[in-house]
């Protein structure tokens, strides 16, 4: 979108508003923070995440994902946004995100309706929400009132971001220093329940893993179908179903597939090995039993405490007028 999209003196009286208002910010995150400076803020991002979920279903795991990334790295603070040839959207662990147009759609819209008030990061933590409802999933309210940050680098990934072939003791670790438990992590790798990996990120496992040849951990009668899709030394970037058969609908078929051996990523089917781990998962798929969980329900919980990871509030931080904003460091 492009042009003016506000006169002189509805730009006064907002500016008059996000100004008193900075002055009784607090110091973290409240559900409705935005009720008297942008009351429309969410419903704002919640229509854009949907116009462009009806052209592309595809950007609803990558905000989802994108979200995840920003928090790992820095903390909550729209850092995975920024431009730059080092910033933090070029190092290898994110460069399959995708949806950073939304965001900037979203952000426009909002700088004409409430000028300098809702951050980029406030507006990466709703439109994840909003794309896991688009998805079927179930909403849960969104604490607001982080800042943005202004640095961003691909290095801080390191270390940091969860990886693909990762034990489950180190993503137990990585989670942990997050302030995030076993329960949180088993939760938020559900959300692999909706979108898609490349071959090149898991086909390893489906070729001289072993002398003997696949990963043993993939079922067996998985291991064709998986190689019919990646077949060996062939296009490396074909995209391919996290959750076989449900990739564009949040559930617990992700799970499902965790103890039938199907998981697709090694780190994720590691996750059935762990007994901690596998009784989360087995709750998970027993929701009607005296022990079960529901997955949505906590996958909620979850992702309010991973929103909530070092972010800047109060007078920390900035708040970006493009949320694309070329790198400062």
């Known amino acids: 979108m492009e042009g003016n999209c506000f006169n002189q003196t509805v730009f006064l009286f907002t500016l008059v508003l996000a100004i008193a208002a900075s002055s009784v910010r607090g110091h973290s995150t409240r559900v409705g923070f935005y009720s008297s400076t942008c009351p429309r803020a969410e419903s704002i991002v919640k229509s854009t995440v949907k116009s462009h979920f009806k052209l592309d279903p595809t950007i609803a795991p990558g905000l989802l994902r ?3 990334h920003d928090c790992f790295v820095r903390g909550c603070d729209a850092s995975i946004l920024i431009d730059g040839p080092n ?11 995708k949806g950073y147009k939304v965001i900037d759609d979203a952000k426009f819209q909002l700088e004409c309706e409430c000028p300098g008030v809702v951050s980029c990061a406030d507006i990466l933590a709703l439109a994840a929400r909003d794309s896991v409802v688009l998805t079927k999933g179930t909403s849960w309210a969104v604490p607001t009132g982080r800042r943005d940050g202004t640095v961003s680098k691909a290095s801080d990934t390191d270390g940091n971001m969860p990886g693909f072939q990762d034990t489950v ?5 990585k989670f942990a220093a997050k302030g995030l438990n076993t329960r949180d992590l088993v939760t938020l790798v559900g959300a692999h329940t909706i979108g898609t990996t490349a071959c090149e990120v898991f086909s390893y496992r489906l070729y001289n893993f072993t002398s003997t040849g696949a990963d043993p951990s993939i079922n067996p009668a998985f291991v064709s179908h998986l190689q019919a899709l990646c077949p060996q030394n062939r296009d490396g970037s074909r995209q391919i179903a996290l959750d076989t058969g449900s990739a564009d609908r949040f559930d617990t078929s992700f799970f499902a597939k965790l103890r039938e051996g199907k998981g697709i990523l090694e780190s994720d089917q590691r996750l059935w090995t762990d007994v901690l781990i596998k009784t989360f998962v087995q709750r998970f798929l027993e929701v009607r039993g005296s022990l079960g969980l529901s997955f949505n329900v906590e996958f909620g919980k979850s992702m309010v405490k991973m929103s909530n990871i070092e972010v800047k509030t109060g007078t920390m931080g900035e708040i970006r007028k493009v949320c694309s904003k070329v790198n400062e460091y």
């Open 66 to 68: 994108m979200h995840f």
């Open 87 to 97: 910033a933090e959207k070029t190092a290898p662990a994110s460069q399959f995100l």
């Open 169 to 173: 003791d180190v993503l137990k670790q």
